[in-house]
Antibody, heavy 120, light 108 residues
Framework: QVQLQQWGAGLLRPSETLSLTCGVS????????WSWIRQPPGQGLEWIGE???????NYNPSLKNRVTISVDTSKNQFSLKLNSVTAADTAVYYC??????????????WGQGTLVTVSS | EIVLTQSPGTLSLSPGERATLSCRAS???????LAWFQQKPDQPPRLLIF???SRAAGIPDRFSGSGSGTDFALTISRLEPEDFAVYFC?????????FGRGTKLEIK
């Protein structure tokens, strides 16, 4: 059974860089694409981007110029960096498993979520 | 990008009643790659339905999905107390993957 466990800093000041990591257990890391998704308080969900085990990435154009997603296959982990954060980046950030390398599938399972607050 | 519009924004019903939630896409969704999620406070979304009408593992059969092309629906045949939550639709057929803004199902 696939499980995702995420961690990272929860309080940032404007202009700092958000950094989160997600660890994957229970499945071969190489069989899927791994995504980051965020949800501002009381609002809907926004897909940030995805990565596969080779490091190939696909980003949402709305955030592409500030986002970097990377992978460490030796640890079965992938990470998110979002630079130059503002209050608008305050959200719960989730990691999730997305498409398999052979077929489309929805996001499932999800990490537990990390609330990141940007405040001066 | 594909915009998903969910309606209604809020649905007030009583336990035992039938709920029908709508999700309309701005473009045809390839191969019906449309999913439904349930979210409760302080929890990540839980996958209910994928490929428009297939139930995810462990989901009760009172949940059903239907539709194709641009119009989709989630039906809960007989509401249980634990079904009152927020429901999102999501398309995974074309990047960027997008979500609807959600329907809040509240107890009347």
């Amino acid at each position: 059974q696939v499980q995702l466990q995420q961690w990272g800093a929860g309080l940032l000041r404007p202009s700092e860089t958000l950094s989160l990591t997600c660890g994957v257990s229970g499945e071969s890391f190489s069989e899927s694409y791994w995504s980051w998704i965020r949800q501002p308080p009381g609002q809907g969900l926004e897909w940030i981007g995805e990565i596969d085990h080779t490091g190939s990435t696909n980003y949402n154009p709305s955030l592409k110029n500030r986002v970097t997603i990377s992978v460490d296959t030796s640890k079965n982990q992938f990470s998110l960096k979002l630079n130059s954060v503002t209050a608008a980046d305050t959200a719960v950030y989730y990691c999730a498993r997305g498409n398999s390398v052979w077929s489309r599938r929805p996001f499932d399972p999800w990490g537990q979520g990390t609330l990141v607050t940007v405040s001066s | 990008e594909i915009v998903l519009t969910q309606s209604p924004g809020t649905l007030s019903l009583s336990p035992g009643e039938r709920a029908t939630l709508s999700c309309r896409a701005s473009q045809t969704i390839n191969s019906n790659y449309l999913a439904w999620f349930q979210q409760k406070p302080d929890q990540p979304p839980r996958l209910l339905i994928f490929a428009a009408s297939s139930r995810a593992a462990g989901i009760p059969d009172r949940f059903s999905g239907s539709g194709s092309g641009t119009d989709f629906a989630l039906t809960i045949s007989r509401l249980e107390p634990e079904d009152f939550a927020v429901y999102f639709c999501q398309q995974y057929g074309r990047s960027p993957y997008t979500f609807g803004r959600g329907t809040k199902l509240e107890i009347k």
